[in-house]
């Protein structure tokens, strides 16, 4: 990515810089390190693209909101847009922060956590201790530098994901309501022994919760009072190679959602607590009506 021959830095500041062709054509750029305008500094004077691998001072990035001003700005020349997407989080936890940290490079992100509102012990160590107790959206925005909800997308393709987390077992009836609502999401389950991440629900293509809890009901047919046991004892912390072997399949599954790739929609990742992978097939339920009940006009466009 690079500035439009023409454009360069008419000020620098503290911490700031002033870029445009002319005083009337110009816009400031505040809360900027040294290295990042360093790198401005020289792509005005050079042409260096913005992205390219250079030795220090040079930064290889900069901020996504930062390129978005001036993208829109019509400061850059041969300019790729990525992908915008909107991440919901039931409940964002250490594995949610370690899963932003493998896709943050790859689109505009906007997050939406749902649950916890501060950041508690197992997200602060993966983003910072320092942001221990503070509130999480803000907290998100401020360590990977989000799209705030109110920024309009009129460029590039916009999608919208929701990561639905459960004990246990996966959250059946939460999966069917997105289901009813025509929400694309993904089931992630935190077990004794690790995670079951999967399967990637798209409404009216792929097996549902609804279709995993009607499978389960005809396995055994106290399924439901044996999960309403099961639910009364705590799990243990997962161990940190469950965490991560998580964190990269959800992830993957992103990136599988985000390229239209059904192929692997149906399918659970199985972690163990070693990190071991392990794949099975999620099978849609005849007698489920999940199709029936999503809106198929947009499903069969995926």
Known sequence: MKLKPGVTVLRVGDHSVQVGTDHGHHMVLRGLHDRQINALI????????LDADQDDPLPSTLPIRLRMRLQHAGFLEDVTLPQHLALTFTVFDDVSARVLDLVKNDFYLEVIPLQPRRVDD??????????LGLPLKRSLSN?????????PHTHGQNEALTIVSSQRFPAFEDSWMLVKEDIPH???????DGYDVGPLVIPGLSACGACLLSQENARDPDFLDHRKTAMRTPLVAPTPLATHGAAWSIARFIQTFMGNDHLMASSIHHIDAHGGFSIRQAVPEANCGCKENS???????R
Do not use: K, M, N
């Open 295 to 301: 809106l198929s006009e947009r499903t069969s466009d």
């Open 122 to 131: 197992r997200i602060a160590r993966v983003i910072g201790e320092g942001f």
């Open 143 to 151: 360590r990977y530098d989000l799209l705030p909800r109110y920024v």
């Open 42 to 49: 020289a792509c005005s004077h050079h042409s260096v693209s």
């Open 186 to 192: 993904l089931l992630v389950t935190e077990l004794e």
